[in-house]
């Protein structure tokens, strides 16, 4: 993800503080009224001009807000409400994730009490709950297209960190949504918190190891050893297994699966005097990865969509198949075919998570897994 230019949001600026920790959420509900009443007309016309979120699929228009209470009223919620996940856009574009810490706490601790009491009808929640759902979609999607990319160890050990304490976060700054009132809504945002900073700490987990195999990929003796001991398993018998398991024709396998990802390796062999190729190969296995898991959750084999829990499922049990058979084999590129299956493994979990299991944080009654 490239480094955003500095912004001109006095929303973000006032969320530029030293250090990478928790903030006072006590001392933040002091301050954060009066800053907000500072602003002039200008920079309220500067924060309003960054309008991405509300162009993600699904986002709820002014209008949807508008038929569960006054036309006023709407306007100036679904605005303060627009204009805080845009400033926590920017804020994760510079990889910023003490501003970002600040801002949840910001905006939650000085909204304004009438604006409180339209969150409480359960209509108006849902709405909002619907908006940072998808915003935090969103941010997994731009964390996953940056698995190849240039990320320091720092800002890596920062999104942990908010991953990590993100329901703690949330917690903090919803405390003055007095309960029992705001039950529903506090409940689904806990909710949604303890999804995210899951798959935020996974993410992670996955970017440490891509750094690794990215230097691996450099070596190209190590992924010529890899394709030859992939060209001589025991494919029959690892297929054999594979129909019996989960019930996928041998074709299906050779065509979605291992023609595309012996293609990728042979690249990793032919390639390794290209600039850059390292990430190239990464890039590719994950645009693969990605397809792949589109195409299972809303085409499936035959016609039939598979299950999302299936997919994370076939997949850990498949790369095993092949681990086990290159321990028998006592292969010299197991280690570096490990480093393959754990990448491919996170991935896959990863990329079906933030597909299925954060949407479904929206419609929890609903069964989103196929």
């Known amino acids: 993800m490239p480094q955003a230019a500095k912004s001109n949001n006095p929303l973000l600026e006032m969320g530029q503080r030293p250090g990478s920790g928790m903030f006072d959420a006590q001392q933040t509900e002091k301050t954060s009224r009066n800053q907000l009443a500072d602003m002039s007309e200008g920079d309220l016309a500067n924060m309003a001009a960054t309008n991405r979120v509300e162009a993600l699929d699904g986002y709820p228009t002014l209008e949807d807000f508008s038929a569960h209470m006054p036309a006023e009223t709407a306007a100036t919620l679904w605005e303060n409400v627009r204009m805080h996940f845009n400033t926590l856009l920017e804020a994760f574009e510079s990889w910023d994730m003490s501003k970002v810490q600040h801002m949840i706490l910001l905006f939650w601790g000085s909204l304004a009490d009438s604006l409180k009491q339209e969150i409480r009808k359960k209509t108006v929640g849902d709405l909002v709950n619907r908006c940072e759902t998808l915003f935090w979609e969103e941010i997994l999607r731009y964390l996953i297209s940056s698995v190849a990319g240039p990320l320091s160890e720092q800002v890596i050990q920062q999104v942990n960190e908010l991953g990590a304490g993100l329901e703690n976060l949330m917690d903090i700054s919803t405390k003055g949504f007095s309960r029992p009132t705001f039950d529903n809504f506090v409940a689904r945002r806990d909710k949604m918190a303890k999804t995210i900073g899951h798959l935020l700490v996974r993410f992670c987990d996955l970017r440490r190891t891509s750094d690794v195999l990215k230097d691996l990929l450099k070596r190209q003796n190590l992924f010529i050893s890899v394709l030859s001991a992939w060209k001589s398993l025991q494919w029959s018998s690892i297929l054999c297994q594979t129909r019996l398991m989960l019930k996928l024709d041998d074709s299906v396998i050779r065509e979605s699966v291992l023609s ?68 028998i084999k006592s292969s010299d590129c197991f280690g570096i075919y490990q480093l393959l299956k754990v990448w491919v493994d996170d991935f896959v979990s990863l990329f079906v998570q933030r597909k299925v299991r954060v949407i479904s944080t929206m419609h929890p009654a609903t069964d989103t897994s196929s």
């Open 260 to 327: 595309p990802f012996e293609d990728i390796l042979q690249q990793a062999c032919d390639n390794q005097d290209q600039p850059q190729i390292d990430e190239i190969s990464i890039e590719e296995m994950s645009n693969w990865l990605q397809d792949l898991i589109c195409e299972l959750l809303q085409e499936g084999f035959h016609g039939k969509p598979v299950e999302a829990n299936k997919i994370v499922f076939a997949t850990t049990w498949f790369t095993s198949e092949i681990a086990r058979d290159l321990t």
